[in-house]
């Protein structure tokens, strides 16, 4: 069983930078595949970034974002940069110990969601 909980949004300007936070309890949290995802009003909810033995990215995100963790302190970061209006979203913490990690329902755990508000 693991448990999250994001941090860290807020509003920002176009061109800014941001970080998320997401903690996480569990004795299995190292072994687990850590995903942010995106929901924005009226969109589906969407794959940003995960993190495993390796990184992967959304393509719209590769390059400006970087997913890391650390496993001593049970703790996964999302480091947003050169942040744009379309990035407006709910952004959600996710572990899992599946293998599509670009897949919502391939994750069991959940945080409640962290609002990132781009503004133009």
């Known amino acids: 069983q693991v448990q999250v909980a994001e941090s860290g949004g807020g509003l920002v300007r176009a061109g800014d930078s941001l970080r998320l936070s997401c903690a996480a309890s569990?004795?299995?949290?190292?072994?687990?595949?850590m995903g942010w995802f995106r929901q924005a009003p009226g969109k589906e909810r969407e794959f940003v970034a995960a993190?495993?033995?390796?990184?992967y990215y959304a393509g719209s995100v590769k390059g400006r974002f970087t997913v890391s963790r650390d496993n001593a302190k049970n703790t996964m970061y999302l480091q947003m940069n050169s942040l744009k209006p379309e990035d407006t979203a709910v952004y959600y913490c996710a572990a899992g110990y599946g293998t599509l990690y670009y897949a919502w329902h391939d994750y069991s755990f959940w945080g409640q969601g962290t609002q990132v508000t781009v503004s133009s």
């Open positions: 569990g004795r299995t949290f190292s072994s687990a595949t």
């Open positions: 993190i495993s033995d390796s990184t």
